[in-house]
């Protein structure tokens, strides 16, 4: 059940934005005179954006408060007796080695975003981390709504 969850996710993370790899909001057409006689370049020209611009920083800091949900979460759900899926019950108790799992995470969504960033790939760059919030949220309601076992 674990591996076709993984493979799942890793299949739509990956296939999500095949088709749509360059960031649309960014481009520029170029204008052409009204007196020119030659024809207008066809390829536009990208204007390039901070990778810590407005929009990435709300979106880092999502990134971020679902990882400190997911920990919460996480921990209330141990206590009530449940058992956690995707870790072993020891890493998870261990609240210190846990918590720099939830920071490893958002700091590998952060450095995957700007690999794509880099890559010009600015589309796929804001959705690795609408994905992260998406799937940690997701998990951390799923740990609220399990039922308490003692």
Not at 116 to 135: A, C, D, N, P, Q
Request: hydrophobic share 45%.
């Amino acid at each position: 059940m674990r591996r076709i969850a993984f493979f799942s996710f890793l299949a739509l993370f990956f296939f999500s934005g095949a088709a749509c790899a360059q960031q649309s909001t960014g481009v520029q057409q170029p204008q052409r005179p009204p007196d020119a006689t030659s024809p207008a370049p066809t390829a536009p020209v990208l204007l390039p954006h901070r990778f810590w611009d407005t929009r990435n920083a709300w979106l880092f800091a999502g990134v971020a408060a679902s990882r400190a949900l997911d920990f919460h979460s996480t921990g209330n759900m141990r206590r009530r007796g449940r058992d956690e899926i995707l870790l072993t019950n020891d890493v998870v108790d261990n609240k210190p080695a846990f918590a720099v799992i939830e920071l490893a995470g958002a700091a590998t969504s952060i450095g995957i975003s700007y690999l794509f960033h880099r890559s010009g790939h600015h589309r796929l760059e804001r959705w690795v981390s609408y994905l992260h919030i998406g799937v940690t949220t997701f998990g951390a309601a799923r740990n609220y709504s399990l039922r308490t076992r003692h």
